[in-house]
């Protein structure tokens, strides 16, 4: 016959609190202290964002010609990369008459970029396109172009950096321009002509 095997009895076996035990003193402060904090969350008073009312689903009825397109610092790059003009190059993707937009964090941040910049920042710096002063602080242009198009949905952004477009494509609304294959391409626009 087979030698049988030799497991301790369930009594016997010896008893450890562990370490979460709700019945440790160290461990009854940090439940004390947790009841307080959720017995003051009740107050919080949760609140549903204003919906712009030119919105109709995600179409926005506020954007119609001449369109005012927000500049990156980037798009500006990349429109000087590829050897395009600003304006009739924005002219050929939306069919319509626009007017660029640039904030004075877009200047400042060009201006800070250095020499090697300096041709976008004499684009940039064109009096043929529209100035729009900051009365924030800082000079980050992404915080500021998305904190403008939440505020007033009339912009199309021109940006080809990939995290504010992904900031921006959250807000319904609002379309992107970007610079691809040679050209300006534009996202999100329920009017633009197909190509």
Not at 35 to 55: C, F, H, M, T, Y
Not at 175 to 192: C, F, H, N, Q, T
Request: proline share 5%.
């Amino acid at each position: 016959m087979g030698v049988q095997k030799k497991t301790r009895k369930f009594g016997q076996v010896k008893r450890v609190i562990g370490q979460r035990d709700a019945r440790l003193k160290k461990n009854q402060a940090k439940g004390e202290v947790e009841g307080k904090k959720k017995a003051q969350g009740k107050d919080i008073v949760r609140e549903i964002p204003q919906v712009s009312s030119s919105l109709f689903f995600q179409y926005n009825t506020a954007l119609v010609p001449p369109y005012s397109v927000l500049i990156d610092t980037n798009f500006l790059s990349h429109t000087l990369q590829n050897n395009l003009d600003l304006l009739p190059s924005m002219m050929d993707c939306l069919y319509a008459k626009c007017t660029p937009v640039i904030t004075s964090c877009v200047m400042a941040e060009l201006e800070k970029l250095g020499t090697k910049y300096r041709l976008a920042l004499r684009i940039a710096r064109d009096e043929r396109w529209e100035r729009l002063p900051c009365d924030h602080k800082g000079v980050y242009a992404d915080d500021c172009l998305v904190d403008r198009v939440m505020k007033h949905k009339v912009y199309i952004v021109a940006t080809n950096d990939r995290d504010l477009k992904r900031r921006i494509r959250k807000i319904p609304g609002v379309p992107i321009m970007s610079v691809a294959r040679g050209k300006y391409v534009i996202e999100r626009l329920p009017d633009a002509p197909e190509k």
